[in-house]
């Protein structure tokens, strides 16, 4: 533990805002929602189409069913549509409530921690804690994510986009690096991930 404390590569603090964070997540929707929802609503149009030619040219008896289906293929397509941007507004206005908050970024040799800056203790807390020789606990809350198959870093003109899986994603504003700081990340995650990352050129 001590080792990889000390090898330590790069350690930034950082806020993301609001507008940066929206443009992470519109980037996130187009890489792994917006292409299953179209494919989905390709099917449905399709079969909308077929059944729509059955409603004119098929029987009057089967007619109403026709109709039902290609209702149905049409609403599901809105749903399609509709319900991506719903997400992305829901959350975008939970954003807005933490957009102050701040971040911590650690970068190692065989992994990273990300997460959240926690509030100081307050005075009391500082006092109980000299007073029976407690360690203070350390302000911060993250996760430490090993280099994987699983692990992707992409890189866009003004953040980094770091995902483990499709349904959760981190943020970096490039602004918190250096030139030199973003060349020494983009050797070290393509040495660290290979083809899974996914950075400028320098």
Excluded at 6 to 13: D, H, N, P, V
Excluded at 41 to 48: G, N, Q, T
Excluded at 112 to 123: A, F, N, Q, R, V
Excluded at 151 to 177: G, R
Aim: proline letters at 4%; one cysteine or more.
């Amino acid at each position: 533990m001590e080792e990889q404390q000390e090898a330590m590569l790069l350690e930034k603090q950082y806020k993301i805002p609001f507008a940066l964070f929206r443009e992470a997540f519109i980037a996130f929707q187009k890489k792994f929602v917006f292409p299953r929802n179209y494919a989905i609503m390709a099917v449905f149009l399709i079969v909308a189409g077929i059944y729509s030619y059955f409603v004119v040219n098929g029987s009057d008896q089967q007619r109403p069913i026709y109709c039902m289906i290609v209702v149905f293929c049409i609403v599901m397509c809105a749903m399609q549509w509709y319900n991506p941007r719903k997400i992305r507004r829901n959350l975008l206005e939970g954003v807005r409530e933490i957009e102050e908050d701040r971040y911590r970024l650690r970068i190692y040799p065989g992994y990273l921690e990300i997460g959240t800056m926690l509030e100081p203790e307050d005075s009391t807390a500082q006092e109980t804690d000299a007073l029976f020789d407690d360690e203070p606990e350390e302000d911060f809350s993250g996760t430490r994510i090993y280099y994987n198959k699983g692990l992707h870093v992409h890189e866009y003109d003004s953040f980094l986009m770091i995902y483990q899986n499709k349904t959760m994603f981190y943020v970096i504003p490039k602004s918190v690096f250096t030139q030199e700081e973003l060349g020494l990340l983009r050797q070290h995650f393509s040495n660290a991930l290979g083809k899974t990352c996914h950075m400028q050129e320098q």
